[in-house]
């Protein structure tokens, strides 16, 4: 007997060897990998650049005034209709009016002493020495009676600028003020827009930018309106980005249908399409389709049971599927959940 375990014991550690190695690989082919199959439908690929924004009314004024005051009267309300040169507001107006009273007096007696000096023309030539030191005095009461009367006009047009007037046919879409408070130079104080048309305003990044051209179809979908899509075109493009972040406002009219109740303010997100194929092309979720090291572009299929890539060709990627050019014979799968794994040789549970 211990001539027999003299003679195996050297062959023990290649058994064990052995053993393991069997026991290793017959759990690597029998590892499972929970699948659910998909297939390569027709559909029409499309991509976007989408970008959140609001309704406005596509004529649009923000009217403020010239300078800064008290808000001394409102005459309109949200809602109401107005024309062009309607009054909307004006502001304190007591101390302008005191000091355009102020110039026009300083005008009046420069007039005065205009009118004296000429009219005692005789005994101011005699005392200034003559006709020509009389002309140079005279041309100086006219200069100053020209200064007085500027800064008096200047004054007057002031005071007309207390007032602020709508600049279009329109309707009061927002009045940001209260009677009392103070309203700063350029400070919007009256919305008014015309409600016959709307446009959707949208800030696209520096990197999209470029992708987007003048009439470009858009669908717009409103937080207000839950899955319907209207549609619309680009109509303005911007010649400059904004100050604050580099952005640009692009504008796109919406169509819509008189039943359609629109309204300024509300949001909603743009789809501007970049690209689409011309017809329904061979395609799969853009998830399902996976990239190796190379990103050279694979999928998985099941072939005979068993997990394997298969290398494919894409076209157009779009935003929900991409264009499948390479035809599939093999049935095609994706994980079951999220946190399955699959690799070559796993076995594959297709679970629908």
């Known amino acids: 007997m211990k001539s027999i375990y003299k003679k195996t014991r050297k062959f023990i550690p290649f058994i064990i060897i052995l053993v393991g190695m069997f026991i290793y690989f017959n759990s690597r082919t029998n590892l499972t990998s929970v699948v659910k199959k998909t297939s390569i439908e027709n559909r029409v690929v499309k991509k976007t650049i989408s970008a959140s924004g609001y309704v406005k009314a596509k004529e649009q004024a923000n009217v403020s005034f010239v300078s800064t005051g008290a808000i001394k009267d409102i005459y309109v309300k949200e809602g109401q209709e107005v024309w062009a040169g309607k009054i909307l507001a004006s502001i304190d107006s007591d101390a302008q009016k005191q000091t355009v009273q102020y110039y026009k007096d300083a005008r009046d007696i420069a007039k005065k002493e205009l009118e004296l000096f000429i009219h005692n023309k005789k005994d101011n030539e005699d005392l200034l020495g003559g006709p020509t030191a009389y002309g140079i005095k005279l041309k100086e009461y006219e200069e100053s009676l020209s200064q007085a009367e500027a800064s008096y006009q200047a004054q007057v047009a002031t005071l007309s600028k207390t007032n602020i007037s709508s600049p279009i046919n329109g309707t009061v879409i927002d009045i940001t003020k209260e009677v009392g408070e103070?309203?700063?130079?350029?400070?919007?104080?009256?919305?008014?827009?015309?409600?016959?048309?709307?446009?959707?305003?949208?800030?696209?990044?520096?990197?999209?930018?470029?992708?987007?051209?003048?009439?470009?179809?858009?669908?717009?979908?409103?937080?207000?309106?839950?899955?319907?899509?209207?549609?619309?075109?680009?109509?303005?493009?911007?010649?400059?980005?904004?100050?604050?972040?580099?952005?640009?406002?692009?504008?796109?009219?919406?169509?819509?249908?008189?039943?359609?109740?629109?309204?300024?303010?509300?949001?909603?997100?743009?789809?501007m399409l970049v690209a689409s194929s011309?017809?329904?092309?061979?395609?799969?979720?853009?998830?399902?389709?996976?990239?190796?090291?190379?990103?050279?572009?694979?999928?998985?299929?099941?072939?005979?049971g068993k997990a394997m890539k298969q290398s494919i060709e894409v076209g157009l990627e779009g935003d929900l599927y991409t264009e499948v050019k390479t035809s599939i014979d093999k049935i095609i799968v994706v994980p079951a959940k999220d946190e399955v794994e699959i690799k070559e040789g796993y076995i594959t549970k297709i679970i629908n």
């Open 182 to 271: 103070t309203a700063t130079l350029g400070e919007t104080v009256v919305t008014v827009g015309s409600l016959d048309n709307f446009i959707f305003e949208v800030l696209v990044d520096q990197e999209d930018y470029g992708s987007i051209k003048i009439n470009q179809e858009v669908e717009i979908k409103l937080d207000s309106y839950g899955d319907k899509v209207f549609t619309g075109k680009v109509n303005k493009l911007p010649s400059h980005a904004n100050a604050s972040d580099g952005s640009f406002t692009i504008e796109v009219d919406i169509d819509k249908s008189p039943e359609d109740n629109l309204a300024v303010g509300m949001t909603g997100d743009a789809y």
């Open 278 to 304: 011309t017809k329904e092309v061979p395609s799969l979720l853009y998830s399902d389709i996976l990239f190796d090291d190379d990103d050279k572009p694979y999928v998985w299929v099941s072939d005979k």
